[in-house]
Each structure stands twice: as structure tokens, then as C-alpha cells.
């Protein structure tokens, strides 16, 4: 910790450093188009900034790239809870903790049942409706991949955004559900490379960047994030955003998770067990950050939301969150409810995004605005 507040410390007082950040700072605050090419000098220096210098210029960002009254409402759905063959360390579906988690294995929802939850989530304002299923990976299910692309067309059919978390997957079952209407596909890297080996042994990090990958190629839309708050370090959190942002396109949506600590998994205990979160003020960061690093994806505020205070949360809209999780669960977690939630956006006169409405403001056509920064 002493070690951390040294870095700020020398970030925030440093001439040198200051005049980088800042000159950082305006050159990203007046980009019309998204970088492929940072390094994680730079990603550095930008983290270090102060804090309200950060949510500002990732502020501007956000207006510049969308209509920053928006935002988006979405409901996620567990259609195949339990059984998972991968030891992630955070993960109750994990088949390795079951008996200390009590989740078991079950079967695939209805059909019915999806098409009952979806209807739901459209009454309450919810535009895109995602699907996750505690698989490894889509090798070899073909009934599978049947079952879902009914699945995927009742959301269409309801005029909704589709997207599914299904473990790792190939080109042809990628075609297979983009011709029935899928419109993202959630697969996340998690954390840092160096740090993801301390979570996850039984798929390597080039194993999930194959899979953003093929869903790229097949022209669905890239949903990939992280997972904050795992034990991992601020440099982490820093080469977790650098993957992210040198893809060579960057993913229409990144959501943002804070560790929610399940008791019975090895990471929930032991996180548990020291009882000290992550400060807030890491994950705003870690959020103003992505703004400024993918200013055309959507940054969505994903599982943890509900252990936020409404003006810790109304911060992340303000450094570029624009679509929240909402509804009855997170896979196995806690979420926000819709009527909280449709009150709270109320109140801070934001509004429901409109399902596929990405992007409203043109950045080259709007006014340049030279920020400052003071010391």
C-alpha cells in the first residue's frame, strides 16, 4: 500500500510526469478515432493522473463519442447453472467447489422459460438480454447450438439485443448463431496476463484471446472485460486494460466486474477471510480508463454493481459507464432490481438506451475542447 500512494505520489507531483499525463490527456480528449497502438508507459501514466482529472477528461470522451444522457439497460439470464469443468478461483459453477457452494449442476432452461424472462426484461426497459451457460466450451454440441439459435431468435423477435457467454467457441458455431440473429458474444480475459495464472489453470490467456478472435471474424459484436477486485495489483489492472485496448478492434462492449466473494471458492474465501475490498476509487479509475482507452465501446457497470452507493455508481456514469446489469441475478450473485434502478436513472435524468442504438455522436463533428489541467 505505502508502495502505491509512493507511485500516485509521484505521478501526481512529478513536472515531468505531470507534463506527460497532461499532454496524454489532450491529445486523447481531442481523438476523433479510437488507438489500437498504446503502450503501457503511457496506459501507466494516464492511470497515475489524479483522479478528478481522469473522470473529467474520460467525461469529455464520453460526450464526444455518445449521447452521454443513455444508458443502457441489461438483463442477464442463467440458462445452464453448475457443472463447470474450469477451476476459476471466483466461480461458484465451478463443479471443483459444489459442495461448498451448493450449486449444482442443472439442465438447460425451457424454451418457455427463456421466452418468459426476455418478455420481462423488454417490459421493464431492459434492450439487450444475455445468456450464460457454465460450459468450458461449444465443441461438440450440436443439440447445444440448436437449442440456443431458438433461443437467440425469441429475443430477436422481441426487437431485443441478444448475447451469450458460452466458454470458448469456433468460427462455423459463431456463423451458425449470427444467422439467427446474435447480436454480441460475451467472453472475457478477466485480468492481466501475469496475474491470470493465479486464477484460472485450466484455459490459458491465449486460449480466450483466440476466442475474441473467432468471434471477430465472424462479425459478431466482441463483448470482453475483467473482473476487478481479485487480489490483483494496480499494474495489473493497468496490462488488463492494455490487452484490451491494443486488440486490433476494439470490443463494442466492455463490461466492468467488482469481485463479488463467494464463500466455498478458494479466491471468495480468502478475500473474504481478509475482509479488505477494493476501494472504490480503483474501480472508477479503472472505468474513466477504459472511456479513455476504447471511447466508442460500451463500458458496462456489470456484477458488484449492488454493493455500490447510488453516487459511487452515479461516478461511473459520470467517467463513462453507459449500460448497467439489472434484473433479478447475476449468474449466482446479487443484482440491482429494474424499478431501483429505472428510479435512480430518473433521478439523475439519465434515460433507457434504445435497443441496437450505438454511438450517436459524431466525434469529428463535434466542438474541440482543449482541456486544462491544473496542478
Not at 459511487?312 to 459520470?318: D, G, I, L, N, P
Amino acid at each position: 500500500m505505502l508502495s502505491l500512494h509512493r507511485s500516485i505520489a509521484r505521478s501526481t507531483l512529478s513536472p515531468f510526469g505531470k507534463r506527460l499525463y497532461s499532454s496524454l490527456l489532450k491529445q486523447t480528449t481531442a481523438a476523433t478515432q479510437p488507438r489500437t497502438d498504446w503502450t503501457k508507459a503511457e496506459i501507466t501514466e494516464l492511470f497515475n493522473a489524479p483522479l478528478i482529472s481522469l473522470v473529467h477528461h474520460a467525461s469529455i470522451v464520453h460526450n464526444r463519442f455518445h449521447e452521454p444522457s443513455e444508458v443502457q439497460l441489461c438483463t442477464l439470464m442463467n440458462i445452464k447453472s453448475g457443472g463447470c469443468t474450469e477451476d476459476c478461483k471466483y466461480c461458484a459453477q465451478s463443479n471443483r467447489y459444489s459442495d461448498n457452494t451448493g450449486v449444482k449442476a442443472e439442465k438447460v432452461v425451457t424454451l418457455d422459460q427463456v421466452r418468459q424472462e426476455a418478455e420481462l426484461a423488454k417490459r421493464n426497459g431492459s434492450t439487450r438480454f444475455c445468456m450464460g451457460a457454465a460450459w468450458r466450451e461449444m465443441a461438440g454440441r450440436k443439440n447445444a447450438i440448436k437449442n440456443l439459435k431458438q433461443m437467440i431468435k425469441i429475443v430477436d423477435d422481441l426487437k431485443m439485443e441478444s448475447c451469450v457467454t458460452l466458454g470458448m467457441i469456433d468460427k462455423s458455431q459463431l456463423t451458425e448463431l449470427k444467422d439467427a440473429g446474435l447480436t454480441a458474444y460475451n467472453h472475457n480475459v478477466d485480468t492481466s496476463r501475469e496475474y491470470y495464472p493465479k486464477v484460472i489453470s485450466t484455459r490459458s490467456y491465449d486460449d480466450r484471446l483466440k476466442t475474441i478472435s473467432n468471434v471477430h471474424a465472424s462479425g459478431v459484436n466482441v463483448c470482453s472485460g475483467g473482473i476487478v477486485g481479485m487480489g490483483e495489483t494496480r499494474e495489473d489492472r493497468i496490462s488488463f486494460l492494455y490487452t484490451l485496448s491494443t486488440l486490433g478492434q476494439h470490443p463494442e462492449s466492455v463490461p466492468i466486474n467488482r469481485l463479488v466473494p463467494i464463500k466455498g471458492t478458494p479466491l471468495g474465501d480468502e478475500l473474504l477471510a481478509e475482509g479488505k475490498p477494493l476501494p472504490f476509487d480503483e474501480i472508477v479509475r479503472t472505468v474513466a480508463m477504459a472511456r479513455l482507452l476504447m471511447p466508442g465501446s460500451i463500458i458496462r457497470l456489470a456484477a458488484g454493481r449492488y454493493t455500490m452507493k447510488e453516487s459511487e455508481q452515479v461516478m461511473c456514469f459520470m467517467a463513462g459507464v453507459n449500460a448497467i446489469f439489472t434484473g433479478k441475478k447475476m449468474l449466482t450473485t446479487m443484482c440491482n432490481g429494474w424499478d431501483e434502478d429505472k428510479e435512480m436513472l430518473q433521478r439523475w435524468g439519465l434515460t433507457p438506451m434504445r435497443s441496437f442504438d450505438r454511438t450517436t455522436v459524431d466525434p469529428t463533428a463535434a466542438q474541440q475542447v482543449e482541456p486544462s489541467v491544473s496542478a
